[in-house]
């Protein structure tokens, strides 16, 4: 809603616009702060760098015009990350470097800036996120003045920064059309890493490199970054499929099938057991039970009759372990992780509490390996770079994050109410398992989709909170919610029969 001075002008395919005013605050303050970064950045970085503040501008401001558009086009672009970040690098002679896709990270991070700085409002009211991952990323965002390197250690910070104003943004512009907007969003931006994905496996053209097996990475950097985000969608179209207030599952079913095919195709061990689980979990939630023994049953007929390629690059996993012997075969992906784990436990003592300083495991890896690796763990990144208090601040995230995905679950068993919910908590799951042999961390453009299915989950509690469902969270005391979005979740209520919690819309309950 507009605050005081400001005038909202209706639209309803693109939503309320604002006219500012005559507020003389922000006619001097505004002008001032667009100024500032042109002109340091012309002075510090020179034309290339003014250049590429232009740019992110020119994105922040198209967005304020239009930023329901934006973010349906802001996730497309996302899911084409390669094509976009294979370009010549931007080389500003400050030790600072990127390509086109790096632009787009800063872009999602200034965006948010731009947008709650015209909009003159707080951006992190009413999230739950704000306290923990303001807390985790304030760490790494300091311990870069203790950093080995200056550009690693703001690389990590900026991608961890991304998809956190990415969900702020989406989060205060949400209401009940845009939920289905988002949703919509998500599927459309699915084409194109898809499509291409079928054309790499048909021309055997995907990204070859572990052990020969030709692995498919699409309109990603590498295989595991498309394995994660084949995850993600999955748990959104099979908790669909599975819902009952979800009419067409023909082409949902079709979907399945092909974001499945192209899972295998990734060749990715991790991801593979992620939508496993995320199979099972939903199967289960949404009592088709029967479906967890039948695709079982396909699934071994399909490896011992078809699968070789998959069954080996399963086996290949105690093979790597039994021939380690206690000393890490570094030709192997498993062995190689195995000793760069082993140094990190064994260095991170010497700066217990606050670490190395953000980046620093990759230098690390450079150390250990003669080029840039990172450590495929994110527990033990955030230990090394940032310490016990990092890694303290990261589990009380994910805390966060798993319980806002259950509160709507453990008010009501009717998956028609806690659809969104269910999608979080298989995807929350997921993260977590992730973290533990890979670098989903710093990749952006899959945890982008994470954190706006966490905007939904919290949207939803929230109407939920308003109708007495649940407990209210402290944070959501002071937020407005319009009555047609409260209508919309009071008519699901009602066709699933469940009445308001005995602790009523006043009570507060947070972690």
Avoid at 113 to 123: A, E, G, M, S
Avoid at 399 to 420: E, K, P
């Amino acid at each position: 809603m507009p605050s005081a001075g400001e005038v909202a002008v209706g639209d309803p395919l693109l939503g309320p616009k604002t006219d500012f005013g005559s507020d003389p605050l922000r006619q001097i303050v505004i002008p001032v702060l667009v100024a500032i970064p042109l002109v340091g950045a012309l002075a510090l970085g020179g034309p290339t760098v003014m250049a590429a503040v232009v740019i992110i501008g020119l994105g922040a401001g198209t967005f304020l015009a239009n930023p329901r558009v934006f973010i349906l086009a802001f996730l497309t672009l996302i899911s084409m990350r390669n094509f976009i970040a294979g370009g010549d690098r931007m080389d500003t002679g400050a030790g600072l470097d990127f390509d086109l896709g790096g632009l787009v990270n800063i872009l999602a991070s200034g965006i948010g800036f731009v947008y709650f700085l015209v909009l003159w409002k707080n951006p992190f009211k009413g999230r739950s996120l704000t306290v923990p991952y303001g807390i985790f990323l304030a760490l790494f965002a300091v311990s870069i003045y203790w950093a080995p390197d200056f550009h690693w250690a703001v690389r990590f910070v900026t991608r961890l920064a991304a998809p956190f104003f990415t969900y702020l943004i989406i989060s205060d512009m949400l209401d009940a059309k845009m939920e289905r907007q988002l949703l919509a969003a998500l599927y459309a931006s699915s084409v194109v890493p898809i499509v291409y994905g079928y054309y790499q496996w048909a021309t055997g053209t995907g990204n070859d490199v572990t052990e020969g097996y030709n692995r498919v990475n699409s309109s990603f950097f590498h295989p595991a970054h498309f394995g994660m985000y084949l995850d993600f969608m999955f748990c959104v179209c099979y908790s669909e499929f599975l819902s009952p207030t979800v009419r067409q599952k023909g082409w949902r079913a079709v979907y399945l099938v092909a974001i499945s095919l192209l899972q295998v195709s990734t060749y990715t061990r991790i991801t593979w057991v992620c939508m496993v689980f995320a199979f099972v979990y939903l199967s289960w939630v949404y009592k088709k039970r029967s479906y967890i023994l039948a695709v079982a049953i396909v699934a071994a007929f399909l490896i011992i009759g078809f699968g070789h390629g998959v069954a080996d690059r399963l086996a290949s996993i105690g093979d790597d372990l039994g021939a380690s012997n206690g000393t890490p075969d570094l030709n192997t992906s498993v062995g190689w992780r195995l000793y760069f784990w082993q140094e990190i436990e064994r260095r991170c003592w010497d700066h217990p509490w606050l670490g190395f300083g953000a980046g620093s495991s990759v230098m690390l890896g450079v150390e250990l390996f003669g080029v840039e690796a990172a450590p495929h763990n994110g527990y033990l990144r955030v230990l090394y770079e940032t310490g016990f208090i990092g890694l303290a601040s990261f589990l009380y995230v994910l805390v966060t994050m798993l319980w806002q995905g259950l509160r709507l679950v453990r008010a009501s068993n009717d998956t028609r109410v806690t659809f969104i919910s269910h999608i979080y908590i298989a995807m929350t799951v997921i993260y977590i398992l992730l973290n533990t042999t890979d670098n989903i961390l710093e990749y952006y453009e899959v945890d982008i989709y994470q954190w706006a299915i966490l905007s939904l989950v919290e949207f939803a509690n929230l109407r939920a909170a308003r109708l007495g469902v649940i407990a209210q969270a402290r944070w959501e005391k002071d937020l407005e919610v319009a009555d047609e979005d409260l209508e919309a979740l009071q008519t699901v209520l009602d066709e699933a029969g469940v009445a308001p919690g005995i602790d009523g819309p006043g009570a507060s309950s947070s972690p």
